[in-house]
């Protein structure tokens, strides 16, 4: 069981834009074949900042949703929020907030043998990172660059350096970086 980060970035280390638009992403074809349903598969416990829960909202389950879509997760989420948001039906979301470990706690309790996915943002990911509980990144990188925007990961993290343990091309147009991160001794 492994604590992954796995996301998606622009080449200047950005996950959205300053309006938290994924559309320098979605500009790609869809169809392009990526590791995510592997990835998914491996996936028993995901979590996410409020603002990843929100645009989802806004988008695919709220009312006047421009794309409707059901909940795509089948495995328990969390959503770390200081807010009061809306609830969608069916699906397994559990809002959370304040110190992540004892939300990794019952992630991992849920997860099983199976790994743990945070979603993001950066934010949350770096609170994992504080808490000694990330073990791995895995980053797919696309070509654009955003000049500003929400940081995939706003730390200092320099010593001990994460370990490269894979990159790979991903159809022809993003690249795919992993690392693993050691404990510090
Ligand atoms: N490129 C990608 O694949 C990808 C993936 C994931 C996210 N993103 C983008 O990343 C950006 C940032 O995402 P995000 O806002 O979801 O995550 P975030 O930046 O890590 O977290 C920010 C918000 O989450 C809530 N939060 C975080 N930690 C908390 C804690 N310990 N307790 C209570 N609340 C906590 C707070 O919201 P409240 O104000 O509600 O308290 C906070 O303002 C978004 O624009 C999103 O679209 C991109």
């Known amino acids: 069981m492994s604590t992954q980060y796995y996301t998606a970035s622009s080449l200047d280390g950005f996950l959205a834009d300053e309006h938290h638009s994924l559309e320098w992403l979605f500009q790609f074809p869809q169809d392009i074949e990526t590791d995510y349903l ?8 995901l979590c996410m ?15 006047d949703a421009p794309q409707p879509m059901a909940w795509p997760y ?13 609830r969608l039906e069916g699906a397994d979301v559990t809002f959370v907030r304040g110190d992540v470990r004892p939300v990794h706690r ?10 743990i996915w ?25 070509p654009v660059t955003l000049g ?3 940081p995939l990961l706003p730390r200092r993290i320099v010593t001990p350096p994460f370990v490269l343990a894979d990159v790979r091309q991903v159809g022809g147009v993003f690249a795919q970086l992993r690392y693993t991160i050691p404990r510090p001794s």
């Open 38 to 45: 592997p990835f998914l598969s491996q996936v028993g416990a």
């Open 49 to 63: 900042g409020s603002h990843t829960y929100e645009w989802l909202w806004r988008h695919h389950f709220a009312p």
């Open 74 to 86: 089948t495995q328990p989420t969390w959503v770390f929020t200081s807010r009061a948001l809306p």
């Open 106 to 115: 019952a992630m991992q309790a849920a997860a099983g043998t199976q790994n």
């Open 118 to 142: 945070i979603m993001g943002g950066g934010e949350l990911a770096g609170q994992f990172s504080d808490a000694g509980l990330l073990d791995e990144l895995i980053i797919t990188i696309a």
């Open 148 to 150: 500003r925007g929400m």
